[in-house]
């Protein structure tokens, strides 16, 4: 029996899979799909913005340089300077295919951030994601298996059972990370509720007979939308049809063609489709992020427009929230509702993302009334604090938790905070347990932090800008728990992290060590 069973091999299952693995549990993900990656993933229509907060993510596990190379984005994203003011965003994104002017953007306008070596994003294709996940999931010991296709799943008090053909794969909790399209979702009885589509999407590569007709870029038009890619013959159209595309096959040349014309207003030929594949902008989110020992995380628990690219983002975001808080509930560590707090965080967060989804095909729909409020739309992004405003959210600068404290820096992802040694934050984060960095100069909290010496690394010194904190104490997930001021309470970081990280123990398990008993796992509804 392993602790977790994932059901999903793509960038989401894979990086739960990763933080998993870090908290020292046993791990089994199984994918359907027998190969890594798809061409479509692997070609320039597969490619995705990685928000700033996702980027952080992989630079706080050690993982960003090698994702860099894998994705072959180091000369296209500059990062922050080390010293001085933040630099200004280089890539701004877009809102319904009205791109963001990066020069309007007032980077000292954005929460608590700090200069540092992370970028500010960085496109990358999927498959590069999953390349990158994949091999630090093996080196920490996860165990994947491919062409498996679930069919069945039980559970009980003592633990969950997914079924495949003729095999049972046994575990003592089971997460879905499937997608959309969720088998796990279904077979675990999450309801499911939303709003239906209002178009379909198409994305192909295919031979243009006449591609001097499209203009390469975003094109948002009086029939829908169509982004012509720099690379030749890479297309994606936005068809407001209701959604009534039949996408159990894929779209003929003809289809394709069609389509085309019409978003586009032009009488474009397609000679040969190479690849095709079609979406919609259904939105829709389950009620509950778990029952009893099965939980979702990514598109299995929510599902919109790729619009922005958001689905990919929020998706690590779950992995990463959940992750520490499962892995310490194996481990037996954790504090009574820890795991409940994962959905308590999170499904607001997926929330708010289906609505800017539904926000931009709202406007983007082919009728006076949308289009009146398009040029409303326009004007303000072209403006300073409308610039500032959409970036904020398509870098998830604006996700805040709300953990009781009206400390600004709590519940926000931690600012990279660099010590006068050269070292900063993000370095300290690669074995995924909490932080608490002590700026104090008498080391006020060095006793208490020794009492969660095997789930909190403790850290003394001089930060180059601490914000005006003494200290913060910083969750396996980079999520500020608990700020101080410049005499750091010693009884209000006790409190948080017993919250957090469960009693003290000072001679406590370490990561990687052997777990807990079942008995100390925690089921509810």
Same mark, same amino acid.
């Given at each position: 029996?392993?602790?977790?069973?994932?059901?999903? %091999?793509?960038?989401?299952?894979?990086?739960?899979?990763?933080?998993?693995?870090?908290?020292?549990?046993?791990?089994?993900?199984?994918?359907?799909?027998?190969?890594?990656?798809?061409?479509?993933?692997? $070609?320039?229509?597969?490619?995705?913005?990685?928000?700033?907060?996702?980027?952080?993510?992989?630079?706080?596990?050690?993982?960003?340089?090698?994702? &860099?190379?894998?994705?072959?984005?180091?000369?296209?994203?500059? %990062?922050?300077?080390?010293?001085?003011?933040?630099?200004?965003?280089?890539?701004?994104?877009?809102?319904? *295919?009205?791109?963001?002017? +990066?020069? @309007?953007?007032?980077?000292?306008?954005?929460?608590?951030?700090?200069? *540092?070596?992370?970028?500010? /994003?960085?496109? #990358?294709?999927?498959?590069?994601?999953?390349?990158?996940?994949?091999?630090?999931?093996?080196?920490?010991?996860?165990?994947?298996?491919?062409?498996?296709?679930?069919?069945?799943? =039980?559970?009980?008090a003592e633990g969950v059972v997914a079924r495949a053909g003729a095999n049972a794969y046994?575990?003592?909790?089971?997460?879905?990370?499937?997608?959309? @399209?969720?088998?796990?979702?279904? !077979? $675990?009885?999450?309801?499911?509720?939303?709003?239906?589509?209002? &178009?379909?999407?198409?994305?192909?590569?295919?031979?243009? #007979?006449?591609?001097?007709?499209?203009?390469?870029?975003?094109?948002?038009? @009086?029939?829908?939308?169509?982004?012509?890619?720099?690379?030749?013959?890479?297309?994606?159209?936005?068809?407001?049809? +209701?959604?009534?595309?039949?996408? /159990?096959?894929?779209?003929?040349?003809?289809?394709?063609?069609?389509?085309?014309?019409?978003?586009?207003?032009?009488?474009?030929?397609?000679?040969?489709?190479?690849?095709?594949?079609?979406?919609?902008?259904?939105?829709?989110?389950?009620?509950?992020?778990?029952?009893?020992?099965?939980?979702l995380a990514g598109d299995a628990a929510h599902i919109h427009s790729p619009l922005g690219?958001?689905?990919?983002?929020?998706?690590?975001?779950?992995?990463?929230?959940?992750?520490?808080?499962?892995?310490?509930?194996?481990?037996?560590?954790?504090?009574?509702?820890?795991?409940?707090?994962?959905?308590?965080?999170?499904?607001?967060?997926?929330? $708010?993302?289906?609505?800017? =989804?539904?926000?931009?095909?709202?406007?983007?729909?082919?009728?006076?009334?949308?289009? $009146?409020?398009?040029?409303?739309?326009?004007?303000?992004?072209?403006?300073?604090?409308?610039?500032?405003?959409?970036?904020?959210?398509?870098?998830?600068?604006?996700?805040?938790?709300?953990?009781?404290?009206?400390?600004?820096?709590?519940?926000?992802?931690?600012?990279?905070?660099?010590?006068?040694?050269?070292?900063?934050?993000?370095? !300290?984060?690669?074995?995924?347990?909490?932080?608490?960095?002590?700026?104090?100069?008498?080391?006020? !909290?060095?006793?208490?932090?020794? %009492?969660?010496? /095997?789930?909190?690394?403790?850290?003394?010194?001089?930060?180059?800008?601490?914000?005006?904190?003494?200290?913060?104490?910083?969750?396996?997930?980079?999520?500020?728990?608990?700020?101080?001021?410049?005499?750091?309470? @010693?009884?209000?970081?006790?409190?948080?992290?017993?919250?957090?990280?469960?009693?003290?123990?000072?001679?406590?398990?370490?990561?990687?060590?052997?777990?807990?008993?079942?008995? =100390?796992?925690?089921? +509810?509804?």
């Amino acid at each position: 029996m392993h602790d977790v069973l994932i059901v999903g %091999a793509g960038p989401v299952g894979l990086a739960l899979a990763c933080e998993l693995g870090l908290a020292g549990c046993s791990v089994l993900v199984l994918e359907r799909e027998p190969d890594l990656g798809s061409p479509l993933r692997a $070609a320039p229509l597969g490619r995705r913005g990685l928000s700033a907060a996702s980027v952080e993510t992989f630079y706080r596990r050690g993982m960003l340089e090698r994702l &860099l190379t894998e994705s072959g984005a180091q000369e296209m994203f500059g %990062a922050a300077p080390e010293a001085g003011a933040p630099s200004r965003p280089r890539l701004g994104g877009h809102f319904a *295919g009205m791109m963001l002017d +990066g020069d @309007r953007i007032d980077a000292a306008a954005l929460p608590f951030r700090l200069p *540092g070596p992370v970028l500010e /994003s960085v496109a #990358t294709d999927l498959k590069a994601v999953e390349t990158v996940l994949s091999e630090q999931a093996s080196k920490l010991g996860v165990e994947i298996r491919r062409g498996v296709t679930v069919s069945a799943v =039980s559970q009980n008090a003592e633990g969950v059972v997914a079924r495949a053909g003729a095999n049972a794969y046994e575990a003592r909790w089971l997460v879905g990370c499937d997608g959309g @399209r969720s088998t796990v979702r279904g !077979l $675990a009885g999450f309801e499911f509720v939303g709003t239906e589509p209002q &178009l379909t999407g198409y994305t192909m590569l295919a031979t243009l #007979t006449d591609p001097e007709k499209v203009s390469p870029g975003f094109h948002l038009t @009086r029939t829908g939308m169509y982004i012509r890619m720099p690379a030749a013959g890479y297309v994606a159209m936005m068809d407001f049809d +209701g959604g009534a595309f039949d996408r /159990s096959r894929p779209p003929t040349r003809d289809h394709l063609q069609a389509v085309l014309r019409r978003v586009s207003g032009t009488d474009v030929s397609i000679g040969e489709v190479h690849l095709a594949s079609s979406f919609t902008d259904r939105a829709m989110q389950t009620t509950a992020y778990r029952r009893g020992r099965v939980l979702l995380a990514g598109d299995a628990a929510h599902i919109h427009s790729p619009l922005g690219g958001q689905g990919l983002n929020t998706g690590i975001g779950d992995a990463v929230n959940l992750g520490w808080k499962l892995g310490a509930t194996v481990r037996g560590h954790a504090p009574d509702g820890l795991l409940d707090t994962y959905a308590d965080e999170r499904h607001p967060i997926g929330a $708010a993302v289906l609505d800017w =989804s539904r926000a931009q095909v709202a406007i983007m729909r082919p009728d006076p009334y949308a289009q $009146a409020i398009q040029a409303v739309v326009r004007d303000l992004i072209a403006t300073r604090d409308g610039a500032t405003y959409v970036f904020e959210k398509l870098s998830g600068a604006w996700i805040r938790y709300d953990l009781g404290s009206e400390h600004p820096l709590v519940g926000r992802s931690a600012p990279d905070f660099g010590l006068a040694d050269g070292t900063r934050l993000g370095d !300290l984060m690669e074995d995924g347990r909490g932080i608490v960095l002590d700026f104090s100069t008498d080391g006020r !909290l060095r006793t208490s932090a020794t %009492a969660w010496e /095997s789930r909190i690394r403790y850290v003394a010194g001089v930060a180059g800008n601490d914000l005006g904190a003494g200290a913060v104490l910083v969750r396996p997930d980079g999520v500020v728990a608990w700020a101080g001021d410049r005499h750091p309470d @010693r009884a209000a970081f006790e409190q948080a992290a017993t919250r957090w990280f469960g009693a003290p123990a000072t001679a406590g398990l370490h990561p990687g060590s052997a777990p807990s008993s079942a008995a =100390s796992d925690r089921v +509810g509804a």
